[in-house]
């Protein structure tokens, strides 16, 4: 069964990994991938068990099939409801 394998934001072709967004983002700055502020909105989803890049809704959906997370679970300030998925929702 897919699932997802950790946070990822997509740029020039080539998706960088992690395990937050926040995190890959500023690698990418620090490592003169990309220059301030590191990509954001679209850019960000996450990465397979494959590598196959997927949106936030799209990882949402391969999360909940994978059981990956559980709608409803508060973790911070965040709650995840089903339909985009953050780094903070996966269990």
């Known amino acids: 069964m897919k699932h997802i394998a950790s946070a990822a934001i997509l740029y020039n072709g080539k998706a ?8 890959i983002g500023i690698k990418m700055v620090q490592e003169g991938v990309c220059p301030r502020p590191y990509p954001g909105g679209d850019a960000q989803g996450f990465v397979d ?15 909940i099939a994978a059981g990956q997370v559980q709608i409803g679970r508060a973790n911070r300030e965040h709650i995840f409801n089903g339909e985009k998925l953050y780094s903070e929702d996966l269990l």
């Open 49 to 63: 068990d494959e590598g196959v890049f997927w949106s936030r809704c799209e990882a949402a959906v391969i999360a």
């Open 16 to 23: 960088y990994t992690g395990r937050s967004h926040c995190e």
